[in-house]
């Protein structure tokens, strides 16, 4: 088996160099505040900008350095099968309208990209949805009939470039692939070059009511704007709750260079062994980018993530002989309960705040569309899509009752059992004994402490509850991380936050409670 290389930034981040921006300082003001830079705060500054509106971008770490980062960069309306859900959940009409606006996204990146003549190796490929076992087919038989039924040229198939038969598979012709990094560089010059201001290393603490709306920053800066947009995947300020109606998940990602010759020709994907997706990007000398993810598991359940990339990987390697692994990451998405994103102004926060989350790991076509829908708003116009993705809609909450009740219950589930499983007698070992490299989370001092060793040997130390909703946090062993299994917040082996909803870092503590007579393994 090949080793497996560290993980860190995606092929997109090492391949595509985004523009550095000065965090922000002092007192600004604009027309509209954005916080968030990854494609949905960077697409709805151009939207914005283009329109003549004053724009501040406020990101917390790097431009495209979440979740937009570390996609896997597929444009399409083919959403795994999601086509026969919302004509069940919601009705024929919101089936139509979600293929019609999410195709016009798709139009919409190719427009943009031919307009500021952006190089993103934005490629024409067909979608799939694909099943290996036959016990599949007729579900995937009722997708291809309800896409076909909400407008796109969806047809049933057995045949596909894949390097292994399928049982079945919904194609749709006609969809994309680009390289994300490259495309949002022509959004991020075009927004500058427009009078639009960018601030990196800015994180937003607080979101102060008001007219105009004040932003607070970790530094003390601020900025105050008639309008203000959420755009930071798992929404901040969330006065209407709205993370009891999302779901989080973490898929795995490998990719590695392959011949020309064995390019399966399309985009795929497939619910089955734990998720798998499949698709290609072009390389410099010829070759192409073999990207494979899948291994989805929800973050903070303690999952044994590198045996994760070990199994992805040795699945890779018996459908594509010959493949090589050279980039390794994750990504992280949410989805809404009522399967539908939430687009739109956010619930409790008046009429000039908005927000847009809950994509289900399609946030390139969705991001796209959101940045339509909110400029749209922003600018005094109509939803374009007549309020489909209304956060504030509640004409579904019967039928998505079931998942909103078991998301519930998981949530309720981690935060009762992960305490009473660390403040009692544990079955892992105590910190003494972690490897480098490991983390685990124990009872010290009577509070639960998140302990990790480095691989000097040195311990680190911090508390082990998630400062959003106050979870417990358990370690993922591949990226060296600690994720809340609650609503998906992740920090650092000392407490940084990398991903919200969270935005306080874990406390720090000093290795030395480790020592306290009362210390006992979770």
Known sequence: MNRLPDTGRSYWMQAADLPSFPPLSGAVEADVAIVGGGIVGLSTAWELARAGRSVVVLEADRLAGGVTGHTTGKVTALHTAVYDTIREKHGDDAARRYATSQSAALRHVIEVSGELGT???????????????PE??????????????????????????LP????????????????????????????????GRIHEGTRVTQLDDGDPR????????????????????????????????LTQHRDL???????????????????????????????????????VTGEAFTPGTGEDTEAGYARLLAWTEQHFPGFSIAHRWAAQDNSSTDTLPLIGRLPTNGDHVYVATGFAGWGMTGGVLAATVIASLVRGDEDPWDGLYDPGRVGSALRSAPTYLKAQWEVGK?????????????????????????????????RPCAVHRDDEGELHAVSAVCTHMGCLVAFNNAERTWECPCHGSRFGIDGE??????????????????????????
């Open 119 to 133: 190089d993103c190796e934005l490629e024409s490929r067909p979608a799939f949805t694909y099943c290996r076992d």
């Open 136 to 161: 599949g087919v007729d579900a995937l038989c009722a997708e291809a009939e309800a896409a076909r039924a909400a407008g796109l040229s969806a047809s049933f198939v057995t045949a596909s470039g």
């Open 164 to 195: 292994f038969p399928v049982a079945g598979a919904v194609r749709v012709e006609d969809q994309a692939q680009f390289h994300p990094l490259k495309y949002l560089r022509g959004l991020v010059e075009d927004v500058a070059a427009r009078g």
């Open 214 to 245: 004040v932003l607070s920053t970790e530094s003390g800066a601020t900025v105050s704007a008639g309008h203000v947009v959420v755009a930071t995947h798992h929404p901040l300020f969330d006065n209407a709750l709205l993370a009891t109606r």
């Open 253 to 291: 990602v490998i990719a590695g260079p392959l011949p020309a010759g064995q390019d399966p020709g399309g985009m795929y994907i497939s619910e089955e062994e734990g998720k798998r997706s499949v698709r290609t990007s072009p390389l410099p000398d010829g070759r192409r980018l073999l990207i």
């Open 414 to 446: 981690h935060f009762v059992q992960d305490r009473l499983e660390t403040l009692g007698d544990g079955t892992n070992g105590p910190a003494a004994s972690l490897r480098p490299g490991d983390g685990t989370v124990v009872r010290a001092a009577g």
């Open 497 to 522: 936050v990398l991903q919200g909803p969270a935005l306080r870092p874990l406390e720090r503590r000093d290795p030395g409670e480790l020592d306290e007579p009362d210390h006992r393994p979770a």
